[in-house]
């Protein structure tokens, strides 16, 4: 009798527990959650992407390990992907032009280890060259080498026009992101340069705009070839 008497008093000390008492626990989990960073690395609470049509997929949602396993397969369901497993995924085929791979190589196997790692290891340079949050140098430099305007081919009466169009912001992220990892493989392959190295150079040269970025070369000239078709 004493033990039930003694877990009936137990159970109403629980149930009696102050809203104090649960408030104080939600707030400790909305603390922690907070305090949560990206591969427990990188605290992406206040990174700002500043294009408003970008900002829709580019997704950092905090995780210890950023990956989908394919389940994600909706239209448009880009944006609820990881930004950081998009780019790992093009850093599988680095050497993908239009419908062939002018670039093969036995190092890309599409194994996922392999890849986040060489993204881990561009972001960590990045890192050490910037003094800053490599995720927003990232997401700056994609913002910075992504083009808004690019040409299209229309068939009219027999006859095939370029004509100008206004890219979407998904394909944007996307083009960018590949335009990105290509640049970096062609300054890597067959060289001294790793292409961790070449990905943080890459990266780093386009958030600061300069010039001999191959990202940004890429973009003058699609900006151009649409100029010269309106």
């Not at 907070?34 to 949602?61: A, H, R, T, W």
Request: no cysteine; charged share 30%; net charge positive.
């Amino acid at each position: 009798m004493e033990i039930q008497v003694e877990g009936i008093d137990q159970m109403q000390e629980i149930e009696s527990g102050t809203e104090d008492g649960f408030e104080s626990q939600i707030d400790e989990i909305k603390k922690k959650s907070d305090d949560f960073k990206l591969f427990g690395l990188y605290d992406v609470s206040d990174i700002k992407v500043v294009d408003p049509g970008m900002k829709k997929y580019i997704n950092l949602e905090p995780k210890l390990l950023v990956k989908s396993h394919g389940r994600i397969r909706e239209k448009f369901s880009k944006g609820k992907i990881n930004l950081l497993e998009i780019f790992a995924n093009l850093v599988g085929v680095p050497g993908h032009r239009g419908k062939k791979h002018k670039i093969q190589t036995s190092q890309k196997t599409g194994k996922y280890s392999q890849n986040m790692g060489i993204v881990l290891g561009a972001l960590k340079i990045v890192e050490e060259k910037t003094k800053e949050n490599p995720v927003q140098v990232l997401v700056t430099a994609l913002e910075n080498g992504a083009p808004r305007d690019g040409v299209t081919v229309i068939e009219y009466g027999g006859a095939r026009y370029p004509q100008a169009v206004d890219i979407s912001p998904l394909r944007r992220v996307t083009m960018t992101l590949r335009m990105l990892v290509q640049g970096s493989y062609d300054k890597s392959f067959n060289k001294k340069t790793k292409i961790e190295a070449a990905l943080a150079d890459e990266i780093v040269k386009a958030y600061k705009n300069d010039g001999d970025s191959y990202l940004l070369g890429k973009k003058r000239d699609s900006e151009k070839q649409a100029d010269s078709a309106r």
